[in-house]
């Protein structure tokens, strides 16, 4: 399959200031996509993730839109932190059961 | 549960040697997934198993790779003859069925780092 398109790869933000980092998809028949976080040496975890009958959903100061139209879904990040900093993943299930993944936007937070 | 168990954490090995990474899903999953990290290329879908029967191989760089799972609590990728540019971290995740409240929810165990010197 081919990988989500992911932007940027890298991102710098101000602490308190919003950070969005945005994919696009190809297969009309993904339904599900999450985000995932990696932070240096760990392994990656599920943060937040849509699915393609909804197109919004919050969780405290991070949340995930989806243009099922446009085949794009975006990652916001608001009042961010030092400890959001990280690399952020998404992803879709274009292959069905298993996911494809972006190459993923490294985010530094400085305070 | 303890979560995804993969052994070993870190491999050094030198070109040419067999290297066998291990990973033990949380049980209930019936999928299990194995992905390779690096720099230049992210996380790749290697091949995943459904109910210990492999669905999709597709992203098996090529034929010196071969994963199994001989029951539903142990998987393994094998690589042999192993070369400098295997070295990666290689995450294997597991997760629930379609249909079930949480399905495509993956679980990533800890990683194995390989380094082929």
């Known amino acids: 399959g081919e990988n989500v398109e992911q932007h940027p790869s890298t991102l710098s933000v101000q602490e308190g200031d919003s950070a969005v980092i945005k994919c696009t998809y190809s297969?009309?028949?993904?339904?599900?996509f999450p985000w995932y976080k990696q932070e240096l040496g760990k392994r990656p975890q599920l943060i937040i993730d849509i699915r393609s009958n909804v197109g919004e959903k919050k969780d405290q100061r991070i949340a995930v839109t989806l243009n099922k139209t446009a085949k794009h879904f975006s990652l916001h990040i608001t009042e961010t932190q030092p400890e959001d900093s990280a690399v952020y993943f998404c992803?879709?299930?274009?292959?069905?059961?298993?996911?494809?993944f972006g190459k993923g936007t490294t985010l530094s937070v400085s305070s | 549960d303890a979560g995804v168990i993969q052994s070993p954490r870190h491999e050094v090995t030198e070109m040419g040697q067999e290297v066998t990474l291990r990973c033990k899903p949380i049980s209930g999953h019936d999928y299990l997934f194995w992905y390779r990290q690096t720099m230049m290329r992210g996380l790749e879908l290697l091949i995943y198993?459904?109910?210990?029967?492999?669905?999709?191989d597709s992203g098996m760089p090529e034929d010196r790779f071969s994963a199994k799972m001989p029951n539903a609590s142990f998987s393994t990728l094998k690589i042999q003859p192993s070369e400098p540019r295997d070295s990666a971290v290689y995450f294997c995740?597991?997760?629930?069925?379609?249909?079930?409240?949480?399905?495509?929810?993956?679980?990533f165990g800890a990683g194995s780092r390989l380094t082929v010197l």
């Open positions: 297969d009309s028949a993904s339904n599900y």
């Open positions: 992803a879709d299930n274009q292959a069905g059961t298993a996911l494809i």
């Open positions: 198993f459904n109910n210990n029967v492999p669905i999709d």
């Open positions: 995740a597991s997760s629930l069925g379609r249909g079930v409240s949480g399905a495509n929810v993956l679980t």
